[in-house]
C-alpha cells in the first residue's frame, strides 16, 4: 500500500457547534493545497485529516512538505497503511521503519485504538508489537520513558497506520474562518511577519502596497511581490494592490512642515488602504508597527494616524522585540527577501526631526493645503492589481 498523510487538528478541537465549520474550511484548504501534486483524497474523521494519494503520478515529497504549512494543522505524520491485524501490522513496521529502527538506540511503540472494535487494546498492541520489534532488533533498548524513537501504531476505522514521531504543522486556524484583512505590505521584515501572524489565526489577506517611482524602484516593487509570493506558502494565493504614491508625497513635501512628513504621509497610507479593503471585503488593516521602533511608531503618532480611518488597525508585533520578529520571519523564509537593499517610499522625504509626540489638532492644520480628496481618488484610479500564487 502507499503512503497516507494524518494531519492532526488543532485548536478546532475545542470548538463547540461550529466545529463543522472550521473543519469544512480545513478539508476544502487541504484539497487546494494538495491540486499541484496531482489526486488526493480528504477527508476528517475523529479529529484527523486522512489525505490519500489516489494513483502512482502523485508527487508525495511535494504533498508531504506543502502539509507543513496549512493552517489548523498542529501535527502530521507520513505513515504507511495496512490491514487491521497485528502481523500486518508488524509486517509495515518492518518494511516502512527498517531504517529508523536500526539507527535508533532505544525505542518505545505507542499505540491509539481509535476504532473500539478492535480486539486489543492499545496497551496490548503495543506490548505484542514492541516485543517482536525487540527480538528482530538485539541492539534496540526498550525505554518506555525517554525513547530515542517511537513507533506509532494508529488503529483507525479503514486501515492501522504506522508512523514514526509527527512533525509540527503550522497550527493556528484554517485560512478563511475569520474573514479578511488588508495587510499594508511594504519591503521591510516587519510587515510579511505581520500578515503571517493575522493569516494564522484563520485570516484572508489582501495586500496594499505604495509604491514612488521613481523614488523608489522596479526592483523594490518585485522584491514586495516576491515577499507576498513567499507568504501565499501559509496564507494562499492573494492579490497585491500596488498603489502609486509619488504625486502625494511630492505634494506632502511640496506643502506641509517638514517634521510632519512621515505623519501625514502615513495617514495618507491608512485611508487610501481602508478604502481598498472595504472594496474588498477585509474587515480590519494590519501593519507592522511596533512600539517605539521609530518616530512614527510612538503612542502618540501611532495615534494620529489611526485617528484617520474607522476600521480597527491590528499590528500584532506592536509588543515584540526585533530579535523574536527576526526570528519568525526567518522561520517562514521571507528573512532573506526582506534584507534586499531597495529603497521604500518611507525613507523618501524622511524629516531631519520628526515629531515623536504630535498632537491629531497641529498635523490636521499641516494637512490643509492638500486636497485631500482628489490626492486619493488619483492615488486610487493608479492602483495596479497583480496576483500571486506559490505554485506557478
Ligand atoms: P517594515 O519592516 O514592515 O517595513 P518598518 O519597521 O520599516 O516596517 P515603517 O517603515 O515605519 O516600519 O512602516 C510601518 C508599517 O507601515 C509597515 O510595517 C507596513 O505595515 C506599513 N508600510 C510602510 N511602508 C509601506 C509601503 N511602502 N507600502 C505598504 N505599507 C507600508
Ligand atoms: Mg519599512
Not at 89 to 98: K, P, S
Not at 158 to 168: K, L, T
Not at 169 to 195: F, N
Request: charged share 25%; net charge negative; aromatic share 8%.
Amino acid at each position: 500500500m502507499k503512503e497516507h498523510f494524518l494531519l492532526k487538528l488543532g485548536e478546532i478541537v475545542l470548538k463547540g457547534q461550529n466545529r463543522w465549520q472550521f473543519e469544512n474550511k480545513l478539508k476544502q484548504n487541504v484539497n487546494r493545497r494538495m491540486r499541484p501534486f496531482g489526486e488526493f483524497n480528504v477527508n476528517i474523521i475523529q479529529s484527523t485529516v486522512f489525505v490519500e494519494p489516489q494513483n502512482e503520478d502523485c508527487d508525495l515529497d511535494g504533498a508531504w512538505d506543502a502539509c507543513h504549512y496549512i493552517f489548523g494543522v498542529v501535527a502530521l505524520c507520513r505513515c504507511r497503511p495496512c490491514e487491521k491485524d497485528l502481523d500486518a501490522i508488524y509486517a509495515a513496521v518492518r518494511e516502512y521503519l527498517d531504517d529508523d529502527l536500526l539507527s535508533a538506540k532505544s525505542f518505545k511503540v505507542e499505540s491509539k485504538r481509535a476504532d473500539k472494535r478492535f480486539p486489543l487494546n492499545s496497551i496490548q498492541i503495543s506490548q505484542d508489537i514492541g516485543g517482536r520489534i525487540a527480538e528482530a532488533y538485539p541492539h534496540l533498548l526498550v525505554d518506555v520513558h525517554h525513547p530515542e524513537y517511537t513507533v506509532h501504531v494508529e488503529i483507525r476505522d479503514q486501515f492501522a497506520y504506522v508512523h514514526g514521531p509527527a512533525e509540527p504543522g503550522a497550527g493556528g486556524l484554517p485560512t478563511g474562518v475569520g474573514g479578511r484583512a488588508a495587510v499594508l505590505l511594504s519591503g521591510g521584515i516587519d510587515s510579511p511577519v505581520a500578515g503571517y501572524m493575522i493569516a494564522k489565526r484563520g485570516v484572508e489577506l489582501e495586500c496594499i502596497h505604495f509604491f514612488s517611482y521613481p523614488y523608489t524602484s522596479e526592483l523594490a516593487k518585485d522584491k514586495v511581490l516576491e515577499l507576498a509570493r513567499l507568504m501565499t506558502r501559509y496564507c494562499g494565493r492573494m492579490t497585491v494592490n500596488i498603489v502609486s504614491f509619488t504625486e502625494i508625497q511630492e505634494a506632502i513635501r511640496d506643502n506641509c512642515p517638514e517634521e510632519y512628513f512621515t505623519l501625514i504621509m502615513r495617514r495618507f497610507m491608512m485611508e487610501i488602504s481602508e478604502r481598498i479593503a472595504r472594496d474588498h471585503g477585509c474587515g480590519c488593516l494590519v501593519t507592522g508597527e511596533n512600539l517605539g521602533q521609530v518616530a512614527s511608531q510612538t503612542m502618540e503618532a501611532m495615534g494620529v494616524t489611526a485617528a484617520a480611518v474607522n476600521l480597527p488597525i491590528f499590528t500584532p508585533l506592536i509588543g515584540m522585540d526585533k530579535e523574536e520578529i527576526v526570528t519568525i520571519a526567518r522561520r517562514i523564509g521571507t528573512m532573506e527577501t526582506s534584507i534586499l537593499p531597495y529603497e521604500d517610499c518611507c525613507t523618501v522625504f524622511t524629516p531631519k526631526h520628526p515629531r515623536t509626540k504630535p498632537s491629531l489638532e497641529h498635523v490636521i492644520k499641516a494637512e490643509r493645503k492638500l486636497d485631500r480628496e482628489a490626492l486619493i481618488q488619483r492615488a486610487l484610479e493608479n492602483t495596479e492589481l497583480k496576483k500571486v500564487r506559490y505554485h506557478g
